[in-house]
């Protein structure tokens, strides 16, 4: 599939971009039936738009430098060299914890200028954030990057020569390979999935900052998994990066949630209390 969707002279626009911004506007139009749901004003949700996708592509870019392997061709050092190529993003290469941090930013930043509560908008927020991950991520497919080890299984994707990693190089033309993105991809939908419901069925349950904190367990959750299948994956110790950031997450997320809601558990416990007569 051609990278490039639309060329009008020197003008190319591409379907990464194209996908990127489909998924930020899904995620935008899902953040503003939250807030009318929940009584807000969803013109926050566009004026903040801007802040949060400048700087979530500020911080998925940064990641994305200075987290690839050294023994890959294009790395840390190859940026150094390269300098102008950091804002070659059509090429490929956003880091989701970069975005996730610089999104965050934004929304605190946002919502301190306009005095409103970070935790109740980073929870309208945060609900359609995999289904613009789902979305984005096919960004990797029409890139022919984010793909896994050689497989026979009959979803394998097929990639050109000139775009396989260095020791899948002398590979056989007809090798398929596992689409590592279309993993991550049906994952953040479930994880969309459970969010929405979440929020919905179980909204007079949750605390401000709840769905946060719940996208901090689901999502890294699959990206350790995915990670299994990531050859090209920057790590620390053997271990990929993303997985230790994942894993971190979720220990301190579950942490938080459990100690949120202790007193809603020892409540039901005890069950309700009787007067005397």
Known sequence: MNPIAIQIGPLAVRWY???????????????DREARRRGEDPEHVWNALTWTLVLGIIGARLYHVISNPADS??????????????????????????????????????????????????????????????????GNFVNQELYGYPTTLPWGISIDPAHRLPQFADLPPGTRFHPTFLYESVWNLLTFGL???????????????????????????????VETQRPDAWTMGGIPTAQLIGAVS??????????RHRGQAEKAGR??????A
């Open 17 to 31: 971009g194209l996908l990127l911004m489909g998924g930020v506007l899904a995620a935008a139009f899902v953040a």
């Open 250 to 259: 979720i220990i301190l997320c579950t942490t938080l949630l459990v100690w």
């Open 271 to 276: 069950g309700p209390v009787r007067r005397r």
């Open 73 to 138: 061709t294009v790395n840390f050092s190859y940026y150094l060299q390269n300098p102008v190529k950091i804002l070659y993003i059509w090429e490929g290469g956003l880091g989701i914890y970069g975005a996730i941090a610089g999104g965050l930013l934004a929304i605190f930043l946002y919502v301190r200028r306009h005095q409103l509560s970070f935790l109740r908008w980073a929870d309208i927020g945060i609900v359609g954030l995999p289904l613009a991950q789902a979305i984005g991520r096919w």
């Open 195 to 225: 969010l929405l419901l979440l929020a919905r069925r179980f909204g007079h349950r949750l605390r401000q900052g709840d769905l946060l904190l719940a996208y901090g367990v689901l999502y890294p959750l699959g990206r350790i998994l």
